[in-house]
């Protein structure tokens, strides 16, 4: 099983920034993608940003020049830096991990969520 941990968010005013960090916890698993996905409510959950195993990076319209997605493989870790924050980013963001453990099984987790909220 593996599991996510966050951490960061909160509330700032418009112009501000945030960083979020997300970590991933487990035994013998590999990581395919890590992201960050948000969502208010009832809408759907959408993709921020995505980096991949081989260091490919995707970010979504939205967020391209102001929101940096970085990784510490090492620590099986992905952050979330973001800057220039408008009304429009605020949302309950989730950090998403896919791979597999131990070779064999998929796993797609996500983490509890954390809120960011911009004031204008």
């Known amino acids: 099983q593996v599991q996510l941990e966050e951490s960061g968010g909160g509330s700032v005013q418009a112009g501000g920034s945030l960083r979020l960090s997300c970590a991933a916890s487990?035994?013998?698993?590999?990581?395919?993608?890590m992201g960050w996905y948000r969502q208010n409510p009832g809408q759907q959950r959408d993709m921020v940003a995505t980096?991949?195993?081989?260091?490919?990076?995707k970010y979504a319209d939205s967020v391209k020049g102001r929101f940096t997605i970085s990784s510490d493989n090492a620590k099986n870790t992905v952050f979330l830096q973001m800057n220039s924050l408008k009304p429009e980013d605020t949302a309950v963001y989730y950090c998403?991990?896919?791979?597999?453990?131990?070779?064999?099984?998929?796993?797609?987790?996500w983490g509890q969520g954390t809120q960011v909220t911009v004031s204008s």
């Open positions: 998403n991990a896919n791979g597999h453990i131990s070779g064999i099984s998929y796993y797609n987790e």
């Open positions: 487990g035994s013998d698993f590999s990581i395919y993608t």
């Open positions: 980096i991949f195993a081989d260091g490919t990076i």
